[in-house]
């Protein structure tokens, strides 16, 4: 299980707790969906709201919010993320750090134990007042800046970046931001299947990722159908379990003849058909994105024998998995190589 400490300070904007929460949220749900019974796991990310002293927080518009601890709770931290907080005035901004001082300090001795830090609006000037950003390219509200390049002249700040991402910090430019970040913390605690499930729910594009064409869950319909929509949805839900296209054709409320029939007139296939086509699109990005054994992203993807996933694959792509995986790792390599 990861441990993500989510912590307010007195004028937090909720929006962007809400952002994080309800996304590791639904993050959550699809990982105990997809693989409760294939991984000995629960709730896979645990999220704890913290203030300073463990007493209420008061919210930007005034509302008193409870919290689950304090800093000085003795707890582990996979990833701490310091919400994006109302600041009064110019004033108040200048005397932003030593005001909270002891946060800086929380945060530097977590970051030193090797907890990710991510932090959003305001609180990124914290970061930067522990050390945190030195020589970092970072992205931060327009109205930090100023003060940033006063204060850390070793921080960068990239104009108009909404996310940055620099080894174990995160930073977000404002509150439309953190629906992007919260994208970054699932893909980074989780994995990149489960972030682009989120996305695809949420249309909350990843910050700094573009479609690859393997990542486009196929295929474009033919006619638009409301129910094989749904249906659709429900095997993507459920494409790791053994779905059973009578329950399907339940849910939908008609039979197995008219889901096959409406299935073929809105996709052009059949529904196996299309859940084998999903399978291969979500390993092709296990493939490419990480160093799994192929025998176990079969195994993840929904298939108990290796080698018919195998066979399927190849059928699909016109390629093994192995030589698909270094296929697509050639093509990273080309494009990331410096060009003369």
């Known amino acids: ?8 300070l007195d004028g937090a904007f909720t929006a962007g707790v809400g952002a994080i929460t309800d996304m590791l949220a639904l993050a959550n749900r699809f ?3 997809q693989y409760a019974d294939r991984e000995d796991r629960g709730v896979t990310v645990e999220v704890r709201l913290l203030s300073v002293t463990g007493a209420p927080c008061r919210t930007a518009e005034g509302r008193r919010l409870e919290v689950d601890g304090a800093l000085a709770d003795r707890q582990a931290y996979d990833l701490i993320y310091v919400a994006a907080f109302d600041v009064a005035d110019e004033a108040a901004l200048e005397g932003l750090a030593d005001a909270h001082a002891p946060v800086c300090a929380w945060l530097k001795a977590l970051h030193a134990g090797g907890t990710a830090i991510a932090v959003a609006g305001a609180a990124v000037l914290l970061a930067a007042e522990a050390g945190l950003l030195d020589g970092k390219r970072i992205a931060a509200p327009w109205w930090l800046e100023g003060p940033l390049k006063q204060r850390r002249p070793a921080v960068t700040v990239e104009p108009g970046l909404a996310v940055s991402s620099e080894g174990d910090i995160l930073c977000a430019a404002g509150l ?3 629906a992007e970040l919260a994208i970054r913390l699932i893909e980074r605690l989780l994995s990149p299947n489960v972030a682009d499930w989120v996305s695809k729910l949420t249309l909350v594009k990843r910050a700094g990722a573009e479609p690859l064409p393997w990542n486009l869950l196929p295929p474009e319909p033919l006619c638009h159908d409301p129910a094989i929509e749904r249906a659709r949805h429900w095997l993507q839900e459920r494409f790791a379990e053994k779905p059973r296209m ?6 939908l409320e008609i ?7 409406r299935f073929e007139k809105s996709l052009g296939m059949t529904p196996l058909a ?22 176990r992203i079969a195994y993840l993807v929904g ?3 290796p080698k018919f996933f ?7 792509t016109g390629l093994t998995p192995s030589a698909f995986r270094r296929q697509m790792r050639a093509a990273n390599q080309a494009a990331s190589a410096p060009r003369t």
Do not use: C
């Open 31 to 33: 990982v105990r969906r």
């Open 246 to 251: 009578p329950d399907l054709a339940e849910f």
């Open 255 to 261: 039979s197995e003849r008219t889901l096959a029939r």
């Open 274 to 295: 299309y859940l084998q086509a999903l399978r291969v699109t979500v390993a092709k990005g296990m493939l490419t994105r990480s160093d799994q054994k192929i025998e």
């Open 1 to 8: 299980m990861r441990r993500v400490g989510i912590l307010m």
């Open 310 to 316: 195998k066979r399927v694959f190849r059928t699909q």
């Open 303 to 305: 298939y108990a024998d």
């Open 176 to 178: 439309a931001a953190d």
